[in-house]
């Protein structure tokens, strides 16, 4: 060995997974500079028409009805959903829910998260390709843009294309209708924790407070962002789901896969050619799955994370099969299982229905029974009980001892009610009021003093268990609530 051809080579340290250790360079080699992470290439999908493009589309006019539609729809005198929080009221319709309804948050949270789970292993990523508001608008901005600018073709020809009238007139008009949406999403948002109506006039008035302003303009941006500009960048690097789907998925849930049995070896021919004679398979290789793809993902090279289970490139897929006289079929919704054992439809459905997916709709429908009962078996009204710390146990006139209560009554209707309040659990107890019935409003609340006075020598020194017992005058409801009476030494 050359000692001083040894000491001329340059080490060039390069991390290798499983190895750390510096791999040397031949000699005279340069360091060379390799960028860790790929350059942002902007993706221009094509339009595509087919089933699942029908069923993305009519989510698409669902889902927007009903978020633009819903702040305007009047429930009696006021906005039939309505997310008071100035108030800490939640008006649903008939519903008024208080920050002590909180439970029903938490049983819609388990619902959304058993109904993603059921979903996910029945059928793969159903949400993301089809109702997630990243998709929803994403698809808007694209039929926006595609209205302006044109299909996939010329929308890429002019931005190689050097800036001219045309362009700029195209481009303006692109980022007009974007704005213009991006904003009335924003305005829309804020209007399920505003009155719309008031917000409207604000609006038209100038006189918005900062809130609204800072959520219409922050949501709107947010929402022309990702739309307009990060689109398949959110689903492929912001979104958890896209991460731990994985661990969701099996072998039995059905996924937008390539039969590569079938479609390979892939290869250009002419209509009228026999494939089985120039040894190709049913892939003609037109590349149209890719184009079409929202992500920019190549679906024969299998699954991947980035895919969101849309079904373009199975409805591009489905026209050119129909188009050469191949039958359907080639890029498809299945199953792993079913694409390498050749099940017919009948058997990969019946696979579908394993005990994990009984198991998550067991647990979805008993929590959906459970939050119905809840709601048609719930009081109309709530009481909360607090002792007054202010006002000790004292001995009153008639010799009797005394202690001062504050109670809150929340009226969870949409009528007045009066309220009666009374003590039971203690010989001789009795509950009074500055009046002998109490009056709340329509989904109002009030706090009232109540004094209960025991004999004097009814109860040794401590504290002892009652009860308060709610009534009211309009219904039937009823409501006990446990307190202590104190007796001093």
């Known amino acids: 060995m050359n000692p001083d051809a040894d000491s001329n080579r340059k080490v ?8 750390r250790s510096p791999i040397e360079a031949p000699p005279g080699a340069e360091p060379e500079m390799v960028a860790l992470y790929e350059a942002h290439k902007r993706i221009y999908p094509r339009s595509v028409s087919g089933y699942f493009a029908k069923w993305r589309w009519a989510l698409v006019f669902l ?11 009047e429930w009696g005198q006021r906005q039939a959903v309505l997310f008071d929080l100035g108030a800490r009221r939640f008006y649903i319709f008939n519903l008024v829910l208080y920050p002590q309804d909180f439970i029903y948050l938490t049983g819609i949270l388990v619902i959304s998260a058993f109904s993603l789970f059921l979903f996910t292993a029945v059928a793969g990523r159903l949400w993301c390709g089809y109702a997630c508001p990243q998709t929803v608008y994403t698809e808007i901005f694209l039929w926006l843009e595609k209205l302006a600018e044109g299909d996939r073709s010329a929308r890429m020809r002019r931005d190689a294309g050097p800036w001219n009238w045309d362009k700029v007139w195209r481009k303006g008009a692109t980022q007009g209708m974007w704005i213009t949406l991006a904003l009335w999403t924003g305005f829309t948002f804020v209007g399920y924790f505003t009155p719309i109506h008031a917000l409207g006039g604000a609006v038209l008035q100038w006189t918005l407070g900062p809130w609204e302003t800072f959520w219409i303009f922050f949501y709107g941006f947010a929402t022309y962002g990702f739309a307009g500009y990060m689109r398949e960048q959110v689903c492929k690097y912001m979104c958890p ?10 072998k039995d849930t059905l996924i937008v896969t390539y039969d590569s049995e079938r479609g390979e070896p892939r290869g250009a021919r002419s209509k009228k050619a026999d494939p089985r004679a120039l040894n190709l398979g049913a892939c003609v290789d037109c590349s149209l799955c890719v184009q079409v793809c929202p992500t920019g993902i190549d679906i024969r090279k299998g699954l991947q994370y980035e895919c969101i289970g849309c079904g373009a490139c199975a409805d591009v897929c489905d026209s050119v099969m129909d188009k050469v006289g191949y039958p359907r079929g080639l890029v498809k919704y299945s199953t792993q299982n079913a694409v390498h054992q050749h099940w017919t439809r009948a058997q990969t459905l019946r696979h579908v229905l394993r005990p994990r997916v009984l198991v998550y709709v067991g647990i979805l429908a008993t929590v959906l029974v459970a939050m119905g009962v809840s709601l048609a078996l719930r009081s109309p009204f709530k009481v909360d009980v607090v002792r007054d710390r202010g006002t000790l146990a004292r001995i009153v006139a008639g010799g009797k001892m005394e202690n001062v209560y504050r109670l ?7 009528q007045a009610q009066e309220f009666v309040v009374e003590a039971t659990g203690l010989d ?21 003093a109540v004094r209960v006075q025991i004999p004097y020598e009814a109860a040794v020194a401590g504290s002892h268990p009652f009860e308060f017992s709610i009534s009211a005058q309009q219904s039937a409801a009823k409501v006990v609530e ?4 104190i007796v001093p030494r």
Do not use: H
């Not at 633009?68 to 729809?73: D, V």
């Open 482 to 485: 446990k307190s202590v009476f």
């Open 63 to 73: 889902t927007q009805l009903v978020f633009y539609c819903t702040p305007w729809l």
């Open 408 to 414: 809150q009554i929340m009226n969870a209707t949409e």
């Open 241 to 250: 789901y896209a991460r731990f789907q994985s661990a969701m998925f099996d």
């Open 428 to 448: 001789g107890i009795e509950a009074s009021m500055d009046q002998p019935t109490l009056a709340i409003g329509p989904a109002q609340a009030r706090w009232v």
């Open 12 to 19: 060039i340290p390069i991390a290798v997974s499983g190895d």
